[in-house]
């Protein structure tokens, strides 16, 4: 029985729900729980419900089976119904992923893909329930092979035109760089063995150095375990550009950037504490030219452009012509003439170090 209500016009209404098309008998009474119900009449009627499913077309992809390499595929088409499509899912291998609200009948949405075996289908609901499901697609989704090296550029430091190496007198450097993966990314970077921060594609890591030649490699890794491989020679000579000349009180044996050498006569200490060494060193150690004038007693030591001349047992020296007081004088022992070896160097332009026992003359080239 199906209960209505009259309205304010005298009209009834209430709600007949069929499955299908069909002849329906409807009798009209009237009256309510506390009256016997009056007759008013009866009708056949016929009711069709809808029962007509949407109808999908898919327009993207347009074949039935696609190959691709890229991870998303997009699903487009149109969808239309009789009375209106309610929703659209589209299903990869049985799992929803995608609810689409169709516009103007028109729908699409980026579909992700898993590596192997992708079939879609697209469902569609009308407002009444009515399912209509696509003919499957079927997207066959291989990853692409990363099987490329990551690129490694060298910017620092910079070997210098028409050489194959770079020198330095540090005793360590600091290799910068970039690098560079196309595929899956750069995962790693090492430089000689150690690993190096990366940031924005660019790399730093200071290098101790022995020394000589020290070969540097940098090896980047990519998450596909593709490895890329550079490399720089750093030659680290602590004397490039330097004059360093060692030597000792009381010992013959000196050196002369690295390379020992050995006096005629050893340099001592005198009585007012300064380093005496014999002329000759003078000469062949600092590369200096060096004269004696037997008449005047003097000896005259020449540089690029500096001359200094001292008088046996004299005190004043001449220094570029200018007089100059020193607390030491040149003296002759033993038929060996001696010099103040700071008062020379420091004119010549050395600078002296003290390291007991070892006294270290530094002079740029």
Same mark, same amino acid.
């Given at each position: 029985?199906?209960?209505?209500?009259?309205?304010e016009e005298?009209i009834?209404?209430?709600?007949?729900?069929?499955?299908?098309?069909s002849?329906i008998?409807?009798?009209v009474?009237?009256?309510d729980?506390?009256?016997?119900?009056e007759?008013?009449?009866?009708?056949? !009627?016929?009711?069709?419900?809808d029962?007509?499913?949407? =109808?999908i077309?898919?327009t +993207? /992809? $347009?074949?039935?089976?696609?190959? @691709?390499?890229?991870?998303v595929?997009?699903?487009?088409?149109?969808v239309?119904?009789?009375?209106g499509?309610?929703?659209?899912i589209i299903i990869v291998?049985?799992?929803p992923?995608?609810?689409?609200?169709?516009?103007?009948g028109?729908?699409?949405?980026?579909?992700?893909?898993?590596?192997?075996?992708?079939?879609?289908v697209v469902?569609?609901?009308?407002?009444?329930?009515n399912?209509?499901?696509?003919?499957?697609i079927?997207?066959?989704?291989?990853?692409?092979?990363?099987?490329?090296?990551?690129?490694?550029?060298i910017?620092?430091p910079?070997?210098?035109?028409?050489?194959?190496?770079y020198?330095?007198?540090?005793?360590?450097?600091?290799?910068k760089?970039? !690098?560079y993966?196309?595929?899956?990314?750069?995962?790693? =970077?090492y430089?000689?063995? +150690? /690993? $190096?921060?990366?940031?924005g594609g @660019?790399?730093?890591k200071?290098?101790?150095?022995?020394e000589?030649s020290?070969?540097?490699?940098?090896?980047a890794?990519d998450?596909?375990?593709?490895?890329?491989r550079a490399?720089?020679?750093v030659?680290?000579d602590?004397?490039?550009?330097?004059?360093v000349?060692e030597?000792?009180p009381?010992s013959?044996?000196?050196?002369v950037?690295?390379e020992?050498?050995?006096?005629?006569?050893?340099?001592?200490?005198n009585?007012?504490?300064?380093?005496?060494v014999?002329?000759r060193?003078?000469?062949e150690?600092?590369?200096?030219?060096?004269?004696w004038?037997a008449e005047?007693?003097?000896?005259?030591?020449t540089?690029?452009?500096?001359?200094?001349?001292l008088?046996?047992d004299?005190?004043?020296?001449?220094?570029?012509?200018?007089?100059?007081?020193?607390?030491s004088? $040149?003296?002759?022992?033993?038929g060996?003439t001696?010099?103040?070896?700071?008062?020379v160097?420091?004119?010549?332009?050395f600078?002296?170090q003290?390291?007991?026992?070892?006294v270290?003359?530094?002079?740029?080239?």
């Amino acid at each position: 029985m199906i209960v209505g209500v009259l309205n304010e016009e005298g009209i009834f209404a209430g709600v007949i729900r069929a499955n299908a098309v069909s002849l329906i008998d409807i009798e009209v009474s009237r009256g309510d729980i506390d009256t016997a119900y009056e007759h008013l009449f009866e009708k056949r !009627v016929a009711i069709a419900m809808d029962v007509e499913p949407p =109808v999908i077309q898919i327009t +993207e /992809p $347009a074949e039935a089976e696609v190959d @691709t390499i890229d991870g998303v595929i997009r699903v487009a088409g149109t969808v239309t119904d009789n009375v209106g499509v309610d929703s659209v899912i589209i299903i990869v291998n049985g799992v929803p992923v995608k609810s689409v609200v169709p516009v103007a009948g028109f729908f699409a949405a980026n579909v992700e893909l898993e590596p192997g075996t992708n079939t879609i289908v697209v469902r569609a609901v009308d407002v009444n329930g009515n399912e209509a499901q696509s003919d499957p697609i079927v997207v066959n989704y291989s990853e692409p092979v990363d099987d490329v090296a990551p690129e490694i550029t060298i910017i620092e430091p910079v070997i210098p035109e028409g050489m194959l190496v770079y020198e330095t007198s540090e005793d360590y450097v600091v290799v910068k760089g970039t !690098v560079y993966d196309e595929g899956t990314g750069v995962k790693a =970077v090492y430089v000689a063995g +150690e /690993p $190096a921060d990366i940031i924005g594609g @660019t790399f730093s890591k200071r290098v101790e150095l022995t020394e000589g030649s020290n070969v540097i490699e940098v090896v980047a890794i990519d998450y596909a375990g593709n490895i890329g491989r550079a490399e720089i020679t750093v030659v680290y000579d602590p004397y490039l550009g330097k004059l360093v000349i060692e030597l000792s009180p009381g010992s013959q044996f000196y050196k002369v950037n690295g390379e020992t050498r050995i006096m005629d006569v050893a340099p001592f200490i005198n009585e007012a504490g300064r380093t005496m060494v014999p002329v000759r060193f003078v000469a062949e150690a600092m590369g200096l030219s060096v004269q004696w004038n037997a008449e005047t007693r003097q000896v005259i030591i020449t540089g690029e452009d500096t001359e200094i001349i001292l008088t046996i047992d004299s005190n004043i020296a001449l220094v570029d012509g200018v007089p100059v007081s020193m607390d030491s004088k $040149a003296i002759i022992v033993n038929g060996r003439t001696f010099v103040p070896l700071r008062f020379v160097a420091e004119a010549m332009g050395f600078e002296v170090q003290w390291d007991a026992p070892v006294v270290r003359l530094i002079k740029e080239l």
